[in-house]
């Protein structure tokens, strides 16, 4: 079975600062990795994807993949209290399986 | 405007009457997806479609039918609900299954 995993939170953190989301996956071919945004009640929107080992920037977001390690995390640098959301790990398999696989979510909570 | 749309938004329903989901893109997207999301689990796929007149099951198909006849829609049948599909139910689109999703706005249906 083909897992993605998230710590659930919630993660508070102050105004400003930097929040560290981590996710680890058990599918070593996986190929492409995505973050998701979701506020409450509303649907998920992407924030970032990555398919390369390393760091991927945009604006305030960092996605960074290490494949050796299997873990795929996402910094958000200044937070703001409008980044307080659901974040959602995706992770898609190699082979014929043409689905992604989602983590459970962590839960942000930035504290003004 | 580029968008997922569902309908209905919000459904009450009672046990065993036969109803349906709607989704529509204007994306010209090969891929859809139909998710339902339960607090604590995240998203789980029920189908997919990879292009006009190919579906598959995702992890959680049972109690459930899709149909692609055409690239826009991709409709949720639920022959007989029971009150365990009470969920929040999210379509989604993308040009591949490797490339970002977008989202329509869910559908919460209660099965009494």
């Known amino acids: 079975q083909k897992e993605v995993e998230q710590n659930s939170g919630p993660l508070s953190v102050p105004e400003g600062a930097i929040a560290s989301l981590n996710c680890t996956y058990s599918d070593r071919g996986s190929q492409s990795f995505f973050w998701y945004r979701q506020y409450s009640g509303k649907s998920p929107e992407l924030i970032m994807f990555i398919y390369s080992n390393g760091d991927k920037e945009d604006g305030r977001f960092t996605a960074q993949l290490n494949k050796a390690s299997q873990y795929v995390s996402l910094l958000i640098r200044d937070s703001q209290p409008s980044d307080s959301a659901t974040y959602l790990c995706a992770v898609n398999g190699a082979g014929s399986n043409y689905q992604l696989i989602w983590g459970a979510g962590t839960k942000l909570i930035i504290k003004p | 405007e580029a968008q997922v749309t569902q309908n209905p938004r919000y459904l009450i329903t009672v046990t065993g009457k036969k109803l349906t989901v709607t989704c529509s893109q204007n994306?010209?997207?090969?891929?859809m997806s139909w998710y339902r999301q339960d607090p604590g689990l995240g998203l789980r796929q029920i189908y997919y479609?990879?292009?006009?007149?190919?579906?598959d099951k995702g992890d959680v198909p049972e109690g459930y039918k899709v149909s692609r006849k055409e690239k826009r829609n991709f409709p949720l049948i639920l022959e007989s609900p029971s009150p365990n599909q009470t969920s929040l139910y999210f379509c989604?689109?993308?040009?591949?299954?490797?490339?970002?999703?977008?989202f329509g706005p869910g559908t919460r249906l209660t099965v009494t």
């Open positions: 994306m010209n997207h090969e891929y």
């Open positions: 989604a689109s993308s040009l591949d299954f490797s490339y970002e999703q977008y």
């Open positions: 479609s990879m292009n006009v007149e190919v579906t």
